[in-house]
């Protein structure tokens, strides 16, 4: 009888979390289940940021990629991916500091959401939907990015 209800239990909740992950997805893009498994792939392939800063970085941009179609100005995460890329090379020489780095691309990210928010009030959409995967982007890079490694789910 416990392995009966236990069993119904592990159903329901299954149900619960795809049901939830649907609700998530609007269609247009990832689902951050989606992104943050892209990311830990990074993390995980090249887990030294310093020595692998140009190939990490060449993965993170493919993997941010997917939220182009999500968000409403895709040239900002464009800017963001090349300060990425440039920036990857230059820890990798040793040029710049990998807290630099994080420091960088957490002002460029600021700087570019205070971009989108300045255009959307200037141009709103017809559709103010906004996926969770571009709200997801809206919140990654902040400030706690910034310290050592950057390693968490936020940081891009």
Same mark, same amino acid.
């Given at each position: 009888?416990? !392995?009966?209800?236990?069993?119904? @239990?592990?159903v329901? *909740? $299954? +149900?619960?979390?795809?049901?939830? %992950?649907?609700?998530?997805? =609007?269609?247009?893009?990832?689902?951050?289940?989606?992104?943050?498994?892209?990311?830990?792939?990074?993390r995980?392939?090249?887990?030294?940021?310093?020595?692998?800063?140009?190939?990490r970085?060449?993965?993170?941009?493919?993997?941010?990629?997917?939220?182009?179609?999500?968000?409403?100005?895709?040239?900002? !995460?464009?800017?963001?991916?090349? @300060?990425?890329?440039? *920036? $990857? +090379?230059?820890?990798?020489?040793? %040029?710049?500091?990998?807290? =630099?780095?994080?420091?960088?691309?957490?002002?460029?990210?600021?700087?570019?959401?205070?971009?989108?928010?300045?255009?959307?009030?200037?141009?709103?959409?017809?559709?103010?939907?906004?996926?969770?995967?571009?709200?997801?982007?809206?919140?990654?890079?902040?400030?706690?990015?910034?310290?050592?490694?950057?390693?968490?789910?936020?940081?891009?």
């Open positions: 009888m416990r !392995l009966q209800i236990g069993m119904v @239990l592990c329901l *909740l $299954a +149900g619960c979390g795809v049901t939830r %992950q649907a609700d998530q997805s =609007d269609g247009t893009g990832p689902t951050p289940a989606d992104l943050n498994d892209a990311l830990a792939e990074c995980h392939a090249y887990p030294d940021q310093i020595t692998q800063a140009v190939a970085a060449a993965c993170v941009i493919k993997a941010t990629e997917q939220l182009r179609s999500a968000l409403p100005f895709p040239d900002l !995460l464009d800017q963001e991916n090349a @300060l990425r890329k440039s *920036l $990857a +090379g230059q820890v990798e020489s040793g %040029q710049v500091s990998l807290i =630099d780095r994080n420091r960088q691309i957490a002002k460029l990210h600021s700087k570019l959401l205070a971009e989108e928010q300045s255009r959307l009030l200037a141009n709103p959409p017809a559709e103010a939907k906004s996926s969770v995967a571009a709200t997801q982007w809206r919140l990654s890079n902040s400030d706690g990015c910034a310290s050592l490694g950057g390693n968490t789910a936020n940081c891009f």
